[in-house]
């Protein structure tokens, strides 16, 4: 239970994704009209069932759930007003839990500066706009390559949607991808085999469940000493429970044998097995930086190469591995995992090129103050500032995570590869 502190207000209670919501619970407007992309993202909320969309249809002072912003034809400086002026004047009236959601063009893809300074100019748009929001508004920005308007369905999706709702401030690279429909929308992962590492509790059991939800047949792996709690995951999603402690010698052929003789080898897998072990580095003993960076990241290395080497993915197949915001900005007494972590990033930003070749993708994801057992662990005043220390003002959930992997889990994310997504309320922390 969450103590109330005077002073200090109250956090919004986040709209979250339960199945059979729609996907906003109002309409969204759509700006500007005749924008390059515009058509295909109306076209995206129309089958979506999603009502509203141009300044007409009730002008800026309606209450909407959304507002999307194709900038992706602004090219100079001038053509910015046109963000500030739209955007403005509906931007007080978006509903709690409402989104403010920018299409762009990646800016390293112009040759052009002006129109490259105008694009990067959205990232800090949607970042100050991201910490001017309230009542549980998030705005994140999706920067789409040339080519790959076909695939931006399951991301609009995600960022309207319930989903999101502890993502923000976040920027995304959707690149041309091959085109692959999702037949049902509410279980999009159905026929697909999801690994998840580190599944026995926290974290890794949440994204179980959410990956089961939306269709996937999951299988769940942890430690020996787990395997009561991983089998009553197992159980709980349907799947099966294969115990592995990750960092010994034959992990990684284990499990890819596992995979192969069982299910025929592997469409998603989930990196999320980790560990801290705190210590100033000065004070740090040899065996807890070993044995951080052997789980959290030379793990995930030796099982990446063993899945790719035995082609236990299929193609199509999605790589998710979990990072942390620690990584990113650094952390007190985590110099081996804040190393671990980053090197994860490291990791999937080399593989992406490779696995794009293979039809696959490969992300991260950076949690950043999450819900658990170790974060209620903290000394209270740590675990205060800790949650409050973003624009959403609180901590995410478990399940906030695991949406985020269902997302870039699905066949029809294929556009996204070696990005780094924060779930973190756009903490102040590795912005
Ligand atoms: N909780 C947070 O706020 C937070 C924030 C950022 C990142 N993360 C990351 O999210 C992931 C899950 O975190 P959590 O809070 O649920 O942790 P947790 O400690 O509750 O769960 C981790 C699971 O990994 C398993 N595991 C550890 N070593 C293993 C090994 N050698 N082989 C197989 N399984 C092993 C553990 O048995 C445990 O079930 C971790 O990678 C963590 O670093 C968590």
Redesign the pocket.
Known sequence: MKLKIPGVPQATVLRRYTPGQPLVDGPVLSLPPGGAIAEGLSKILERAGVSGSGESQGGASQRWAAIIFDATGIRDVAGLSTLHGSIAPAFRYLRPSGRLIIFGTPPEDSAEPERAAAQRALDGFVRSAGKEARLGTTANLVYVADGAESGLESTLRFFLSGRSAYVDGQVVRLRAAKPTPTADWAHPLKGRVAVV?????????AIAEILARDGAQVVV???P??GA?LAEVANRVGGTAFQ????SKE?PAHIGAYLTDRHEGADIFVH?????RDRSLVNMPADQWASVL???LD?QLRINDALLHENVLHPGSRVIC?????GIAGNRGQTN?AAS?AGIIGMVQAMAPEMARREMTINAV??????????KAMPFATREIGRRINSLNQ?GL?VD?AETVAWLGQPGTGGVNGEVIRVCGQSILGA
């Open positions: 590492t580190g599944a026995a509790r926290g974290i890794g059991a792996m942890d430690m000493a787990q709690a592995v402690d990750i960092t992990a999320n097995a980790g560990i801290t052997a789980v959290n793990a979990i990072s942390s915001t620690s995992y972590k950076a949690p950043g103050f999450i819900e658990t057992a170790m974060t901590g478990p995570v």
